[in-house]
C-alpha cells in the first residue's frame, strides 16, 4: 500500500516511472504483509474466543456438578421421606387394626360375650 502511494507521489511530482516489476514486488510485499497482519488479528481473536469458550465449558462443568449434587441429595432426602411415609402408613394400619378389635370386642362384651370384656 506504501509502495503504490509512493509511486503516485512521484507521479504526480514528475519523476520518472517506477519499475513495474519494483512496483509488483511492493505489491505483493505490501499485500502479505496485510495478510501477516490479518492472520495475527484472526489468531488473537480466535485465542480470545477458545479462552470464552474454555471458561463457559468450565463453569457449566461446575453447574453441573452442582446440579448433580443437588439431585443427589434431593433423592435422598425423597428416599428417607418415601421410608417414613410406609413406616407412618404401617402404624396407621396397625391402630386402624387395633381400633377395630376394641370396637369388635367391646360389641361383643354388650351383646354379652363377657370373656371379650377383659383386656387382652
Do not use: K, T
Not at 21 to 28: F, G, T
Not at 70 to 98: D, K, P
Amino acid at each position: 500500500m506504501f509502495a503504490a502511494l509512493a509511486a503516485s507521489f512521484l507521479l504526480l511530482a514528475g519523476a520518472p516511472a517506477a519499475d513495474p516489476i519494483q512496483d509488483a514486488l511492493a505489491a505483493s510485499l505490501a499485500r502479505d504483509a496485510e495478510l501477516a497482519e490479518q492472520n495475527r488479528r484472526s489468531e488473537a481473536l480466535n485465542a480470545e474466543l477458545n479462552r470464552r469458550n474454555a471458561e463457559i465449558v468450565a463453569r457449566n462443568a461446575a453447574a453441573r456438578a452442582e446440579y448433580e449434587r443437588a439431585l443427589a441429595a434431593y433423592e435422598r432426602a425423597r428416599a428417607e421421606y418415601e421410608a417414613r411415609l410406609a413406616a407412618h402408613r404401617a402404624e396407621e394400619e396397625a391402630y386402624r387394626r387395633a381400633q377395630a378389635d376394641w370396637e369388635a370386642r367391646v360389641a361383643a362384651c354388650r351383646a354379652g360375650d363377657y370373656a371379650r370384656c377383659a383386656v387382652p
